[in-house]
């Protein structure tokens, strides 16, 4: 180490599959988080410069290298590795007002969902309706009726063009989100309730012809929604299967109250092995890619102010989808992450053994949903216990617990870019938080009684939540598309919204744009 006014020390970069950067060199021990991003992009040598996030043994470097190295202790004679991670080329702001309180529904929302580029909104209630929004004027738009009984479940297609829904009366619905119309006939085969529905992802299929349906009756089918009948049926639970996911590499996976996780070969149903570990019921599942597969061909740093569908022939939307869902999910296998009644989470990697890689513990109640962030580096599940807990993506190492909620937290949802987490609970408030620092960003009060469903649009401009009170409430927020570089302007768009009780409403969203 060598010694001058400063005390300097040397560094070296790599990146998070060990691949070194460079060579070693010396650097000021206060170096900060954006002299670093300097240096690193002009080692990465690329044409356009992108975000990083810098880390040190998992610490991140947030303020210098020098603040980092203090609180780990770290030994600074020898080489200190710094791992770099490229970050979203665009920022989502917070949520920080509520532009709409949408009445229709005449019983509790349970479910809501953003079409993948955001350009639509749909809801399930208990009514039996389903509805659609119209996001410009925020105001209902369709209200698709035909389901008998309580909607339980909502799935949008990847090139969102369609919506399916199933119901407590064991039938599933397709709508079409233009017109508000059904798609075909009723997929009816089911016994008992639809509890999950997963659509093939749109690189491997780009017609999006393919839907997956888990029920309470123990069994999972697979269904051509092109001719409108069942293709597969996948029997092997003895008890109701909670949740469904269909994975980027063509693997199905279903979770059970028979406390086993089976992994399956869509193309053909056959089982390819069960996962065991869970003590009680396995209530949620997510994978590391589920992000990408949901938005499939959209990039929400392309979003507009406008959402719109992604074009295209069906060739480019596979080769776009394709090459995104490759960048998320990287060298390794696509990692699924479970919850369950016992108080834990289970972190597998599926698709090439049946031991999990970690066992996760700490909450003190049940598990409502875990979810992986968009890039897939953190975990975060939502519990009985009032908490929300950030994990480490990739070893299921404890992060921190985010704690505000004075009852249970039903559904989490993050922002695109990965920084933010909405989550809603059962004390009737949404709560944004900030992953960065760990804390409290928004308190987002308004409903009138318990929040069952949330979602954050994937262009990032919207959260839209839902409940025991029938309102569906749409909070505003800000897109910050700001890769590093040329300086950027900001645009003001104005929406007015049409007259509600005698009273019209001008929404301000700025839109930073390069």
């Known amino acids: 180490m060598m010694m001058a006014d400063v005390e300097r020390l040397l560094i070296q970069f790599q990146d998070e599959a060990g691949t070194i950067l460079g060579s070693p060199f010396d650097v000021p021990i206060d170096i900060t988080p954006e002299k670093l991003q300097l240096v690193c992009n002009a080692l990465l040598d690329k044409e356009e410069p992108v975000p990083l996030a810098f880390y040190v043994q998992d610490s991140e470097i947030v303020a210098s290298l020098e603040k980092t190295l203090a609180e780990q202790a770290l030994e600074t004679e020898k080489v200190v590795e ?39 909104l749909a809801s399930g209630s208990g009514d039996t309706t ?29 090139d969102g063009k369609k919506l399916a829904s199933g119901c407590k009366n064991s039938q599933i619905f397709l709508w079409d989100p233009a017109t508000g119309g059904q798609i075909g006939r009723a997929l009816v085969g089911h016994s008992k309730w639809i509890t999950s529905l997963c659509w093939e992802p749109l690189h491997l299929n780009p017609e999006c012809r393919y839907l997956a349906s888990s029920s309470k009756d123990g069994s999972v089918r697979i269904w051509d929604t092109v001719v409108g009948r069942c293709d597969k049926i996948l029997t092997g639970h003895t008890q109701s299967v909670t949740c469904i996911k269909w994975g980027g590499d063509g693997l199905l996976f279903s979770s059970s109250q028979d406390r086993t996780i089976k992994v399956w070969r869509a193309k053909d149903g056959v089982l390819c092995r069960t996962l065991q570990g869970h003590g009680h019921w396995v209530n949620t599942m997510a994978l590391s890619t589920d992000y990408v597969l949901r938005t499939g061909a959209f990039e929400p740093a392309e979003a507009s102010i406008n959402p719109q569908d992604v074009s295209g022939s069906l060739a480019e939307i596979k080769q776009k989808a394709l090459q995104r869902y490759n960048q998320v999910r990287g060298q390794g296998p696509e990692r699924l992450v479970s919850g369950s009644d016992d108080f834990t989470l289970f972190l597998w990697a599926p698709a090439e053994d049946k031991k999990a890689l970690q066992r996760m513990t ?48 039903y559904q989490i949802a993050w922002s695109a870019d990965s920084r933010l987490l909405v989550s809603g609970s059962s004390d009737s408030t949404l709560k944004v938080w900030d992953t960065k620092t760990r804390k409290l960003a928004v308190d987002l009060p308004g409903h009138g009684d318990e929040v069952y469903a949330v979602d954050w649009s994937p262009d990032g401009q919207r959260v839209a939540s839902g409940g025991k009170d029938k309102c569906l409430r749409i909070e505003l927020g800000k897109a910050e598309f700001n890769p590093p570089g040329p300086s950027s302007r900001t645009v003001e768009v104005c929406h007015r919204f049409p007259p509600k009780e005698q009273a019209s409403f001008d929404i301000m969203a700025a839109i930073t744009v390069c």
């Open 82 to 120: 710094i791992v770099y991670q490229p970050q979203a080329v665009f920022k989502v702001r917070a949520v920080t007002r509520c532009t709409s309180s949408l009445e229709g529904h005449s019983e509790a929302v349970i479910s809501v969902a953003f079409s993948p580029t955001g350009k639509y």
């Open 362 to 409: 700490g909450h003190q109640a049940l598990i409502n949903q875990v979810l992986f962030s968009p890039d897939s580096r953190v975990i975060a599940s939502a519990s009985f216990d009032k908490s929300v807990k950030l994990w480490d993506g990739k070893t299921g190492k404890f992060l921190t617990s985010l704690r505000g909620h004075v009852s249970a937290v």
């Open 130 to 158: 389903v509805r659609f929004w119209d996001l410009s004027t925020e105001t209902p738009h369709f209200t698709a009726k035909g389901h008998r009984h309580w909607v339980l479940s909502i799935a949008w297609s990847p």
